[in-house]
């Protein structure tokens, strides 16, 4: 990063918008990219790890629970999820979160070598919020060799 730009990069930062008040505490995301001159606007990236190319089933509740209930990135129409593979196919793993999650995975065209698909959504907006409804969010594996 060459330090110009319009953006932070922030490990942990916490969700104010989501928040609940007292005694809960606000979502903390893994990682965000925090806009400099409005703050509030971030793309979250979660994290999960997936023993299994089948073990998709916490991985696709954060996406429903969290990214489609405004709960997490409620003033962006993007985010992104992580996806820590131990074991199995990067393959058939985006074959079944498609399929569990009922979503239509799409490469993503500038990056056709890497594994990486976007899903794009609706999201149900809280009574009385003006977020964006259209959510695309981008689904990335990386699989590790465990020792």
């Not at 999960?48 to 409620?74: H, Q, W």
């Not at 899903?119 to 689904?139: L, N, Q, T």
């Amino acid at each position: 990063m060459t330090g110009f730009e319009p953006f932070d990069v922030q490990h942990g930062p916490y969700e104010p918008e989501s928040w609940l008040g007292p005694p809960a505490q606000p979502p903390l995301y893994d990682i965000a990219f925090k806009l400099r001159c409005n703050p509030r606007v971030m793309w979250p990236l979660e994290a999960k790890v997936l023993r299994t190319d089948g073990s998709v089933a916490e991985y696709i509740k954060e996406i429903r629970s969290n990214f489609l209930t405004c709960r997490y990135a409620p003033f962006s129409s993007e985010a992104a999820m992580l996806g820590y593979l131990l074991g199995g196919d990067s393959q058939v793993t985006f074959s079944n979160i498609g399929i569990k999650g009922n979503w239509k995975l799409n490469m993503h065209l500038q990056f056709p070598d890497r594994d990486h698909r976007t899903s794009d959504h609706k999201r149900k907006i809280p009574e009385g919020k003006v977020y964006p409804a259209d959510f695309r969010c981008h689904h990335l594996l990386f699989k590790l060799k465990v020792l």
